[in-house]
Every structure is written in C-alpha cells, then in structure tokens.
C-alpha cells in the first residue's frame, strides 16, 4: 500500500488512538516506498507510545516517521535555485 492508502486507512480509525493501538490495528498492512518496503508497525516503532487525537495527528507522524526507504533520490531536487556566483543550466523551451 502507498503512504497515501495508509493515510486513508487512518481516517477510518477512531480517535483518540494510541500508537499502539494503531500498530496492533495496522502494524502488519506493509508500506511501498521508493526503495524497498516496510511495515505501518516499524514506522510507529520508532516513536515513543503516544496518543494521537486526530486522524491528521495520525498521519503527520506516520510521515515523520517513516524511513529513508520513502526518498527516492537522496540530495537530488530539481528544485534548487541556481548556486550563487553560477550562471545555471539554460532554459529550455518545450
């Protein structure tokens, strides 16, 4: 499932939740990230038992906690602004 399914599966939770509650809930139902895979339940082990109020409290540390597996390119951004003292790459026209 995709962060964004796993979004959605959270909403559907009944809050107040803990992140226990919702590793024992979710903890197996496995996350497809950039590089490679891991489980609801391993992200939320790497926060402290906390109570999450809200669906989007949910979320937000589901996103925060989640692996470097999720970057796909790690440094790269292609939205950068161009170094100071550079003249950058020209523009291209499409």
């Not at 992140?19 to 024992?24: H, K, V």
């Not at 038992?49 to 597996?69: F, H, N, P, R």
């Amino acid at each position: 499932m995709t962060l964004q399914q796993a979004s959605e599966l959270l909403r559907q939770h009944e809050y107040p939740a803990t992140t226990d509650q919702l590793t024992e809930t979710y903890g197996d139902y496995e996350l497809e990230l950039a590089n490679g895979t891991e489980t609801i339940g391993e992200v939320f082990a790497r926060v402290e038992s906390e109570t999450c109020g809200t669906s989007t409290e949910a979320e937000e540390l589901l996103y925060s906690a989640v692996s470097g597996k999720a970057i796909g390119r790690k440094g790269y951004s292609d939205r950068d602004p161009t170094t100071l003292g550079t003249m950058g790459p020209g523009q291209v026209s499409f």
